[in-house]
């Protein structure tokens, strides 16, 4: 499991010259048995959660869209970022006229944290549907709407399940 798709057809070189069968796991690797998720139908189904959300909460009502990916992870991974975008539509049509910002996480939470401040002081946030490639990201972009007190501003998904992400929504 790595998640630089650019080294992906080296590493699969090396084993398929090794005569190695080998797994990727999250990335799909030439030559490899690929064990993840459908990335676009994931994220579809986030998107679909996120514009749900937003219809009970905002009725409907969205300022602004945010998708953060990690361009390093290629098309794959970041197909859950066009899945969210068409789950939201697919709910909310009017959603299409919203702006919508791609923001690069670089596989890191202070980066992403970074990212989303510098998003957040450029313009008047309100209502603000955040979709994340994977809950790092979704926690960094929530600490940043925290960091202003704007939390009650933003409705954030993520992807993956992992611990953190599971004690935030737990949290009252």
């Not at 975008?85 to 959603?95: I, S």
Request: with cysteine; aromatic share 10%; hydrophobic share 40%.
């Amino acid at each position: 499991s790595q998640i630089d798709f650019t080294v992906a057809p080296q590493i699969a070189t090396k084993f398929s010259d090794a005569h190695i069968p080998f797994i990727a796991v999250d990335i799909p690797h030439p030559g490899a048995f690929y064990y993840g998720a459908d990335n676009y139908k994931a994220g579809r189904l986030a998107g679909r959660y996120l514009a749900t959300w937003c219809t009970k909460h905002w009725d409907g009502l969205a300022g602004d869209i945010c998708l953060i990916g990690t361009y390093a992870a290629g098309p794959y991974l970041n197909a859950r970022l066009s899945g969210m975008y068409e789950g939201m539509v697919e709910v909310l049509p009017a959603l299409r006229t919203v702006r919508c910002c791609h923001l690069d996480s670089k596989g890191s939470f202070e980066k992403t944290h970074d990212a989303l401040r510098k998003y957040i002081r450029s313009r008047k946030i309100h209502r603000v549907l955040v979709g994340a490639v994977n809950d790092l990201s979704a926690l960094a972009a929530l600490q940043a709407f925290r960091d202003f007190a704007i939390e009650d501003e933003c409705a954030v998904a993520g992807q993956d399940g992992c611990i953190e992400a599971r004690e935030e929504m737990r949290r009252d």
